[in-house]
């Protein structure tokens, strides 16, 4: 990430918080348009900024390779770093309709970060942190990970997205003791295994630490318990 890229990024987080907060995002309208708006500057900007192939250190690079393959039905390419059948399989999808310029992929995982914050966002308003909401989301997409996840075909923004969401859902089943809730809870953990190769345990345990986190850092005067009636 270069200096226009990251100033054009610090712009579009801007652009967005400023939507959610303003109410600009309830029902579409405005905050909708330019949600897609900034992001997509970003976009512009960052695909003057990259090559079309990412570094080959970066462990990105074996998601698009494994894409590619699926794309081409050929499985000579040489992979690297961690590998996710089905997580490069949703990205060979992409390629398919829009071809195979690794900054496809780039794009959606942009706006699947973006969507993240907002997640963010509602979910400290949900338990009574609104005063503090954008400073956390703020220091969430500043954090060097997060700069470095967003910015490449990580899975860590989907991860991310899919533990606030299923802690959402918790939230609104200590609100309301609805076990529909607490069911719903589950359902982001499906693709989340299912891009670990299947490997369903590791989204609970993150859903675990989120869990024990609300506890932890409860705000002042709101119940500690997450689970609790």
């Not at 712009?11 to 330019?34: I, K, T």
């Not at 992979?79 to 949703?90: T, V």
């Not at 075909?153 to 609805?178: D, H, I, W």
Request: hydrophobic share 55%; glycine share 8%.
């Amino acid at each position: 990430m270069n200096s226009a890229d990251f100033l054009a990024y610090v712009l579009a987080v801007v652009l967005v918080l400023y939507a959610a907060r303003a109410g600009g995002l309830r029902g579409g309208g405005w905050g909708a348009a330019l949600f897609v708006t900034a992001v997509g500057a970003h976009m512009c900007v960052a695909f003057l900024s990259y090559n079309d192939i990412p570094p080959p250190s970066l462990d990105n690079l074996s998601f698009h390779l494994r894409a590619l393959s699926f794309v081409y039905g050929t499985f000579d390419y040489e992979l690297r770093g961690p590998n996710s059948f089905y997580w490069s399989y949703a990205i060979a999808q992409i390629y398919q309709v829009f071809g195979d310029s690794f900054i496809l992929a780039y794009i959606v995982n942009q706006y699947i970060f973006f969507f993240l914050l907002l997640q963010v966002m509602k979910f400290a308003d949900e338990i009574r942190m609104s005063g503090t909401a954008l400073g956390a989301v703020f220091l969430l997409a500043f954090l060097p990970s997060s700069l470095l996840f967003a910015n490449l075909l990580y899975r860590e923004p989907f991860q991310m997205l899919c533990t606030v969401v299923a802690m959402r859902m918790l939230e609104r089943f200590r609100q309301t003791g609805s076990y529909v809730w607490f069911c719903a809870a589950a359902l982001p953990m499906i693709p989340y295994g299912i891009i670990h190769n299947n490997f369903f345990v590791f989204g609970p345990m993150m859903l675990v630490m989120g869990a024990v986190g609300r506890v932890f850092f409860a705000p002042r005067g709101a119940i500690a318990n997450p689970f609790a009636k």
